[in-house]
């Protein structure tokens, strides 16, 4: 059964118009226009346990009002979400005990007490009982490396830790489902190493499910097998990475060095993108061919110095995919 | 609901305030400012009557004095809490998590308060008192009612301050809500001008409200101007306000909760 299902989600903000100018403001302050957003548009999905779901979109794409209708802390305009076969907004309480939540850009640790304080007060929300609270502390600690600060307050700890602190709080009492809402904002190429090294050990070890919202798409390669993509509110793209890349990811780029200039050259096999002279590139089309087929129907007298074959990374892959949105919006695996 | 996690709100909440010793010394030297001020003004406003209306100087200087702590406890605390939380999103933090939000309120901000009493309102009181000299209960029922209605001034202005918080999940600020609600409570709870000084119409009509039970019925019940029967009887009213006012914040906070828009993403 699924532990996560969204059918039809809907989320559609009141946001009042405001006029420019001290004029606007206060006509603003008597009569009130409002425009409507859609934030989520029509979304349904089904999350397995054990999964490691990466939610992918632009700004404004409604990940995070996604995340908090799942949480239990916005209601759905229409369309149902279930999470642990609850309505999380109805049963709140309920679905906070068994969920952990991080956000990226807000924190839970109280600010001027030691991170030590903070977990303390959240073994009394969750009740979590002492010899698993102390076990999970010792375990959660040296997996994410926090000896060297747990007895430090909150505001003397660089983002980096402060973020390893936040993962590990909201994973002190054993939820079922751990949510992330842009786990690795601003941090260092390191402290994202090992946020992302830890959620994947996580997400294997201990079969939590894991739905991570982000806009570095590395997260996604390293932790979430599944992706969901939205833009606009509207789901674009619900499947394995792999399978995207296969789709749309399959146009491997050849770049071939000349020692002098063999003028124009047409190809079968690729097709021609930059004429540089001495360096052309082409995109191969199809995922079949080989750098032989390449040479073969290139031939030789050809002064070629060098070859250089590029796999395309996920960033292009997805840069595609926006940009073709049109063409693929009913492409759904 | 865990209820083991109120209490270490209330200790949390404590704690954290140890962090910033410098601020009690600051407060400290501000309440005996403001305390010794409203003495002296009282003084010259008596300007060596022994009694006005009944009242005597000494009681009047006790009576302000009380005013003080049941009063001008830093209840905007609880106003920028919930108003700040609000508007920049954080409101999100605390929904997350297994606990009521009106409750955890209410634990953190009698952790502040038992900690302004511990460090600024004991030491203040003894050093008034040393002074200038306070009277004493009237007797010892109310001395003890004292406390009991001590009890119901805190909860009542904790809970108006909720609502007038509250009220940010509509309005989107707290600020000029403090300043509403700091106005009222400065006029109608008695605490600078006591009733008994007020036009009787005025009077009458204030006594009735629950912002009186915030300042003036404590103090008077101390000083002894409210009998046995009367005493028990407005702590009975007063109890019923409560249940009202508690009544709307909760009643609030579940229509908040359904018109909640998370702002900041």
């Keep these: 059964m699924a532990i996560i299902a969204a059918s039809g989600v809907e989320k559609i903000f009141r946001q009042p118009k405001r006029q420019a100018g001290l004029g606007g403001a206060i006509r603003g302050l008597f009569s009130r226009e409002f425009t409507e957003v859609r934030a989520v548009d029509g979304i349904s999905f089904a999350i397995e346990p054990g999964e490691a779901v990466g939610y992918l979109g632009p700004n404004g794409a409604g990940k995070s009002t996604m995340i908090k209708m799942m949480t239990g802390i916005l209601v759905p305009s229409s369309g149902t979400v279930e999470v642990l076969g609850r309505e999380p907004h109805t049963n709140r309480l309920t679905n906070a005990a068994e969920i952990g939540v991080v956000f990226g850009q807000r924190s839970q640790l109280w600010w001027d007490l030691p991170v030590r304080d903070s977990f303390d007060l959240n073994r009394h929300i969750y009740d979590v009982p002492a010899p698993r609270f102390a076990e999970n502390l010792a375990r959660l600690t040296a997996m994410l490396d926090m000896e060297g600060y747990v007895d430090r307050p909150v505001r003397q700890l660089s983002l980096g830790q402060r973020m390893r602190a936040e993962i590990a709080m909201a994973l002190l009492h054993d939820p079922k489902i751990l949510f992330l809402d842009e786990p690795t904002i601003g941090l260092d190429v390191v402290a994202k190493d090992t946020v992302r090294k830890f959620l994947a050990e996580v997400n294997r070890d201990r079969g939590t499910t894991i739905i991570l919202t982000t806009h570095d798409l590395v997260d996604i390669e390293q932790i979430c097998p599944r992706l969901i993509m939205v833009d606009d509110g509207k789901l674009l793209f619900d499947g394995e990475l792999k399978h995207l890349r296969q789709t749309l990811g399959s146009r491997r780029r050849l770049k071939l060095e000349f020692g002098t200039d063999p003028g124009p050259i047409t190809l079968q096999t690729a097709a021609l993108v930059t004429d540089e002279g001495l360096a052309k590139h082409f995109l191969l089309e199809n995922e079949q061919t080989s750098i032989l087929d390449v040479l073969t129907e290139l031939g030789s007298g050809h002064d070629l110095t060098d070859i250089k074959l590029e796999e395309p990374n996920i960033e292009e892959v997805i840069r595609t995919f926006y940009q073709n949105k049109p063409a693929l919006a009913g492409a759904r695996p | ?265």
């Excluded at chain 2, 308060?113 to 030491?123: G, L, N, Y």
């Design chain 2, 1 to 265: 609901m865990r209820a083991a996690a109120y209490p270490a709100f209330a200790l949390t909440a404590f704690q954290s305030r140890l962090v910033y010793r410098n601020q009690v010394w600051a407060s400290a030297f501000g309440d005996l400012v403001s305390i010794f001020a409203r003495i002296a003004i009282w003084t010259a406003a008596f300007a060596g009557a022994t009694q006005v209306d009944g009242i005597t100087l000494p009681e009047m200087v006790t009576y302000s004095v009380l005013a003080w702590p049941l009063l001008y406890w830093d209840f905007s605390r609880v106003l920028y809490d919930v108003g700040g939380a609000v508007q920049t999103g954080d409101v999100a933090v605390f929904l997350l998590k297994p606990i009521h939000y009106p409750s955890y309120l209410l634990s953190t901000h009698f952790g502040h308060f038992a900690f302004e009493c511990v460090t600024i309102v004991v030491p203040v009181a003894l050093i008034v008192g040393f002074t200038v000299g306070l009277l004493p209960p009237a007797s010892l029922f109310h001395g003890l009612m004292f406390f009991a209605y001590w009890a119901v001034s805190w909860l009542t202005l904790f809970a108006l301050a909720c609502l007038c918080g509250l009220l940010a999940f509509w309005l989107l600020t707290a600020f000029s809500l403090e300043w509403f609600l700091m106005a009222i409570m400065s006029l109608f709870s008695g605490a600078v001008v006591p009733l008994w000084f007020l036009p009787a119409p005025l009077a009458a009509l204030f006594g009735y409200l629950p912002f009186a039970w915030v300042s003036y019925y404590p103090s008077a019940v101390y000083l002894g101007k409210l009998d046995p029967a009367a005493t028990w009887l407005h702590l009975g009213i007063g109890l019923v306000w409560l249940g009202l006012l508690s009544a709307a914040t909760l009643a609030l906070w579940a229509k908040a909760r359904t018109r909640l828009v998370v702002q900041g993403g």
